[in-house]
Every structure is written in structure tokens, then in C-alpha cells.
């Protein structure tokens, strides 16, 4: 059987037709409290918020010019169509949340965003093979300059958080080809 492909999950460098490049809108929270669920740690959230999450688009970043489907900060958010490719290729390790954001009827089109936490930590790296800097902080932080995944590593998770470095999200071949098919065009998935 063929191993699976799997990719690590960023956002796409975005440029306009005059070839000039712009970013992705930024985010706050409007309740720091929304911060202190266990956010990207791969795990199940205990009493995980009963209503929207708040947040506020960042109407003083000039450079930006386009809403990201999926972003980990300040809390991770998918949008519905990233969210329809989950669906798509059966992901049941997602938890979705309800937010509003603040600032949204500003534009002519917003998309839906729901917080999403992954629930799902794996560890992958091969660190033999990889470069990296143990970062001050513990364990999660491991800072890699180039990853490569341990080729002895086992999932049947099609998109989880890397142990080594909880704020990298790693997906599989088959979330990629749906995000293609379904016109996903703000992330890129950077092959491992």
C-alpha cells in the first residue's frame, strides 16, 4: 500500500494584477478570555464556549486585501468553504465554534468563519533528518528551519497539529487535492 503524501499547511503569498504583493486581514479578539481554551494543543476542549467567539477585523493593516480560509492566530479560524473541503474528505478531528466578527459588514463580501480546533497531536518529525532549534519554552516549540516527517510515523488523521511544533498543521494528500478542486486559493500547501 502507498504511503500517503502529507503537506504542511500556510498561507499563500498573495500578489495583485500589477504584481505588487498583499496580505490576508488580521484579527482580534474582542474577549482575551476567548484565548484561554487550549487552542492548537491538539486536544478536546473542556467546557468549550457556549456562544459565538467575538472578534474584530483589522481595518489599519493597508497591505490587506483578501480574507484567509484558514488561520491559526488569534485563534484558529477555518472559513466555510475550508470547511466544506474537511467535510469533503470525511475530517471528524475538527471541532467548529460559532465566532462574530466585528467590522465585517464593511465589505461587499465576507466569508463565514467558524473557530476550529484540531483535535489530534501527532508526533512526526523526523529530527535526525530535519533542521531545527530546540526552542526556549518546552516541549510543542521546536522551531524547524526544514522539516522532514519520520517515515515510520502512523495516522489515519487526514489533517493534525505537529507535536514538535503545535503551531504547524499538517494535512494530507487528499485535503490538498479537494482545496484545489473546490477553488481553495489563499493557503499553500508546502509538500513534507
Known amino acids: 500500500m502507498k504511503k500517503p503524501k502529507y503537506f504542511k499547511l500556510t498561507l499563500k503569498a498573495l500578489v495583485d494584477e500589477e504584481g505588487d504583493e498583499f496580505s490576508c486581514y488580521d484579527f482580534n479578539v ?16 473542556k467546557d468549550p464556549p457556549t456562544g459565538a467567539l467575538q472578534l474584530a477585523v483589522n481595518l489599519d493593516d493597508e497591505d490587506a486585501g483578501d480574507f484567509a480560509d484558514f488561520t491559526v492566530s488569534p485563534i484558529p479560524m477555518v472559513t466555510q468553504r475550508f470547511r466544506n473541503v474537511l467535510d469533503a474528505v470525511g475530517v471528524t478531528n475538527v471541532d467548529y465554534y460559532p465566532v462574530t466578527i466585528d467590522g465585517a459588514d464593511r465589505f461587499r463580501e465576507f466569508p463565514t468563519y467558524f473557530a476550529a480546533n484540531i483535535v489530534g497531536k501527532v508526533a512526526a518529525a523526523d529530527k ?6 530546540e526552542a526556549f519554552g518546552g516541549p510543542g516549540a521546536t ?15 487526514p489533517i493534525f497539529i505537529l507535536a514538535e511544533n ?27
Open 30 to 45: 474582542k474577549d482575551e478570555d476567548d484565548l484561554e481554551w487550549p487552542w492548537m494543543h491538539g486536544v478536546k476542549l
Open 166 to 192: 503545535m503551531s504547524i498543521v499538517i494535512v494530507s494528500e487528499k485535503v490538498k487535492a479537494k482545496a484545489e478542486a473546490l477553488g481553495v486559493d489563499t493557503l499553500r500547501f508546502i509538500p513534507l
Open 128 to 133: 535526525s533528518a530535519s533542521q531545527y532549534t
Open 143 to 157: 522551531v524547524f528551519d526544514e522539516l522532514v516527517l519520520d517515515p515510520n510515523f502512523s495516522t489515519d488523521l
